[in-house]
């Protein structure tokens, strides 16, 4: 007998019964990190988080996020796209892993978990995981 494939969204949350997701935890939302964001920041998270995939093997691309500057001005000048940007990883949502700015190259970000740690003495942020900023 064969089973039958068990629907994971509700009919008002996807087009498709077993469509992907991404996900963002309760303990995230409703972190003061999560909660001193804008709506932008927010949503530039979640355009973030929609790059991510975990592939079969158990590897991932959660080091490996850029975002070229054809796909953010669809929603956002550069401007607002780089004041979002800083502020996603001052409150420890991303990090810089690679600042290519010199190379005219997108920047490659990766996933930070030190939103756990706002405003605490644990709170760490390197120099490394900065963006260069233009004099």
């Avoid at 969204?9 to 995230?28: P, Q």
């Avoid at 355009?47 to 590897?59: E, G, I, N, R, V």
Wanted: net charge positive; charged share 35%; proline share 1%.
């Amino acid at each position: 007998m064969v089973k039958k494939a068990r629907k994971i969204h509700e009919r008002f949350e996807s087009i498709h019964d077993n469509g992907k997701f991404l996900k963002i935890t309760y303990d995230m939302f409703q972190s003061e990190a999560w909660d001193e964001l804008s709506l932008m920041e927010q949503g530039l998270y979640i355009k973030f988080k929609q790059k991510y995939t975990k592939y079969k093997d158990c590897s991932d691309n959660r080091n490996n996020i850029s975002m070229p500057k054809s796909e953010y001005e669809k929603f956002m000048n550069m401007r607002t796209f780089w004041k979002c940007v800083d502020n996603l990883i001052e409150h420890g949502f991303i990090k810089v892993v690679q600042d290519r700015w010199t190379t005219r190259e997108s920047t490659v970000y990766g996933f930070s978990d030190q939103w756990k740690f706002y405003k605490t003495t644990k709170f760490t942020i390197t120099n490394g995981g900065r963006r260069h900023k233009r004099k």
